[in-house]
């Protein structure tokens, strides 16, 4: 079995993983970081989102060993402490969600969707979540946290 | 899945060296091999990770004006690349086509190319400006046109050996435009039920010297639509002969039937995409209406 290191929110880590194991499993299985969902296992609805040297990718669509030397960040790398990430923030006070099942993926995607962008529009938005569904949401009040958290993040 | 060997080489010949073997797969994104593999559509004994290779992860000009793009290049470094979308603005376009966001995150331009597929976004651009698919294998390196390595549905020339290393760009000549657009049923997160992808090059007089037209989804591979590249050839641009190139390329189609779509109704898209791919192409180069 080949062995790995990455940084894993922050924190370096490193074992064997067998050469077939998917990203998604290796975070949660390995890892118990269970933060980071499985919908669709077919690269299509985002929950499964998390950066990867700081751009977004779908973890059921990557191996684990692809990740050998990398800085890989899920949904539990963003708050600091207590204290969330202004993007969390911004879901939370806009009602961005509503079952929550999509939820880490939206705001993985979110982060890296804004950065350098604060004052990033509803369409760039729509256009830029496009691979993360929410069957709850309708999206309105997602795409107003993104926003939100935008302006907070400050670019 | 199976598990298979895991090998990260870090030059092209020693790339070459661990491709040379059997059921040996290159894995650049990731995002149609792993999900075939998840599939069991393909079985794999190696898997070559091809990202920690440099020379095939820059774009990088050529002497004479091309530009070089490394196979393992992302679709998001692409589309975000000032010389991309400044010279070949139909390729920077194509790519931002790929999925979404985290998809082009990790989808390369060599991917979409070798994966073969007859609905591959970025290559029809590729072919309208004459892009040079540059191989490597162990008995060296030939370059061949893009259109000339598809052989059917997921099928190249590409031998066990073989490698794509690159893509080369030619320098275009002047007044020279391209662009490419795909019908889907859903904006995005869709395969083209179509694509035609069109370039034209003009004189001082504003007649057409040169033109590639390139479609997608309407055949086993990727095809050039040469009849309706001949009626262009000489003329002035005109709706009239953009219909008739439309009319052309559509019996240069030779697409099928399936869930996405009737024969006819995809060589209705042809007819329809070709015009206006030719229409907007023209809009870049001269001031006004089209007679
Ligand atoms: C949700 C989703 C949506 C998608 N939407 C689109 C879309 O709209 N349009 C579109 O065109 N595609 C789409 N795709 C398909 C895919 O993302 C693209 O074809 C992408 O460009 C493939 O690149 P990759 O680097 O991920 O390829 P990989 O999966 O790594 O490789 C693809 C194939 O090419 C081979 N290969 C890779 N690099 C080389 C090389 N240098 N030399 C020789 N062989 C090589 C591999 O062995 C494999 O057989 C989508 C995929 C997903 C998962
Ligand atoms: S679980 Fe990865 S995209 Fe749906
Ligand atoms: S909040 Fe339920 S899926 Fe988005």
Request: a negative charge; charged letters at 20%.
């Amino acid at each position: 079995m080949p062995s790995i290191s990455l940084t894993l929110n922050g924190r370096s880590v490193s074992g064997e993983v067998e050469t077939k194991t998917l990203l998604v499993d290796y975070i949660r299985e390995n890892q118990k970081l269970t933060g980071t969902h499985v919908g669709c296992d077919t690269s299509q609805c985002g929950s499964c989102v998390v950066h990867v040297d700081g751009k977004s990718v779908k973890s059921c669509t990557m191996l684990a060993v692809q990740v050998d030397g990398s800085e890989v960040t899920t949904i539990e790398g963003l708050a600091t402490g207590e204290e969330l990430h202004p993007m969390q923030e911004a879901f939370r006070q806009n009602h961005g969600l509503q079952c929550g099942f999509c939820t880490p993926g939206m705001v993985m995607s979110a982060v890296d969707l804004v950065a350098g962008n604060p004052d990033i529009s509803e369409t760039e938005i729509r256009e830029g979540l496009e691979g993360n569904i929410c069957r709850c949401t309708g999206y309105h009040n997602i795409v107003k946290s993104v926003q939100a958290g935008a302006k907070a993040m400050g670019g | 899945m199976d598990l298979f060997n895991f090998q990260t080489p870090r030059s092209i010949p020693e790339l070459i060296a661990a491709k040379n073997s059997a059921n040996a797969w290159l894995l650049a994104g990731g995002t149609d091999l792993i999900p075939q593999l998840k599939e069991d559509r393909r079985k794999a004994e190696t898997i070559i990770d091809v990202k920690k290779i440099a020379a095939m992860t820059n774009i990088s000009a050529e002497q004479d004006g091309g530009l070089n793009i490394g196979a393992a290049v992302t679709a998001t470094t692409i589309a975000q690349s000032e010389i991309v979308c400044a010279s070949y603005p139909a390729l920077a376009y194509s790519v931002a086509l790929i999925g979404s966001r985290q998809v082009q995150n990790r989808a390369s331009l060599g991917g979409n190319v070798c994966n073969a597929a007859p609905s591959a976004d970025a290559v029809p651009a590729l072919m309208s400006y004459g892009a040079l698919a540059n191989i490597e294998g162990t008995k060296g390196k030939r370059s061949l046109m893009v259109e000339e390595i598809f052989t059917g549905p997921g099928r190249t020339v590409l031998e066990q050996d073989e490698v794509l290393a690159s893509i080369t760009l030619p320098a275009l000549p002047e007044n020279t435009a391209a662009v490419y657009q795909r019908f889907t049923p859903r904006r995005e997160m869709d395969i083209a039920v179509a694509g035609v992808s069109s370039r034209i090059t003009l004189d001082a007089n504003s007649k057409i010297v040169d033109a590639k037209i390139a479609l997608a989804s309407v055949g086993p591979t990727p095809l050039r639509a040469k009849a309706a590249e001949m009626t262009l050839i000489g003329e002035v641009p005109s709706l009239k002969l953009f219909e008739a190139a439309g009319a052309a390329a559509a019996s240069d189609a030779s697409p099928i039937d399936d869930t996405r779509g009737s024969a006819d109704y995809r060589r209705h898209l042809v007819s329809v995409l070709c015009r206006r791919t030719l229409a907007s192409a023209t809009k870049e180069l001269i001031q006004g209406d089209l007679p």
